[in-house]
């Protein structure tokens, strides 16, 4: 059985469908889900919806904690990592983690950074010895996880040469991070134009929705493979 870790994180709460403001990473994160349900109904599906519930950011009594050894914590050290343990948890029993990331600002929502900044724990999720020969850092993550990229930005030309893609610090952020702890393979999938509000927009949402239904095909052991490939898939290590 596979289980899936499904993130949204647009401060936006609706959906296109009902509301012309509405998210298209929640829509994207939602065709995805649905389509692997159809699929595979018995995989399981864990939510987490860190603009509702946003992590909470890393403060110095989480950093000296982190940095404690497990047994030498005290009791308040272990209470403070309780929510980092919950979402790590969750993540080391994802197969397949589905993250809607809006662009803000040229990078992810401060609430999925904040995730980010919970699920990378040294000793959990990644190695730290100084005198390992060779790289003193290395991943802790049992290899094999996919993580799809379901991203949307305003303007356009974020993706590989595009005239934007230097400013693309959405997918860079979460690929640099979720690699290092242990992640193997990713994939991107991206609206763009939803500043401009007219059918390049809706071209572009078209055209994620059929690349999603895909790449589920793909990964759910259907024949399905995108027609024009605008998706990003990449191998790690
Ligand atoms: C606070 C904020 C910052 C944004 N920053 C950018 C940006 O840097 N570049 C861009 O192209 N679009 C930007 N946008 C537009 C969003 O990326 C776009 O509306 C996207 O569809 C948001 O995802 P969602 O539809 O899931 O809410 C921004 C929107 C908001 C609300």
Known sequence: MTTLLHIDSSARASRPETDARGSH???LSERFISRWREAVPDDAVIYRDVALNPP???????????????????????????????LVGELTWADVL???????????????KAWVDNIVRVGLTFGFDRS?????YWPM?????????????????????????????VDKALATALTYIGVTEI????????EFSDTRVEDSLSDALAEIDALVES??????????????TVQVG
Not at 132 to 136: A, E, L, S, T, V
Not at 155 to 164: A, K, N, V, W
């Open 219 to 232: 990964m759910t052991g259907g024949s399905g493979t995108a027609s024009d490939d605008r998706r990003q």
């Open 132 to 136: 390992r020969k060779g790289d003193p």
């Open 187 to 194: 994939t991107t999938i991206a609206v763009e134009y939803d």
């Open 98 to 112: 589905v993250i809607g990331a809006p662009m803000y600002n040229f990078g992810v929502p401060s609430t999925l």
């Open 25 to 27: 990473t929640r829509r």
């Open 56 to 86: 909470t950011p890393v403060t110095g009594d989480w950093i000296a904690g982190a940095f404690t050894a497990p047994q030498e914590r005290s009791a308040e050290m272990s209470a403070v990592l309780e929510e980092s343990d919950l």
């Open 141 to 169: 993550l049992e290899p094999g996880k996919h993580l799809v990229i379901l991203t949307s930005r305003g303007d356009y030309g974020y993706g590989p040469e595009g005239r934007l893609e230097h400013m693309n610090h």
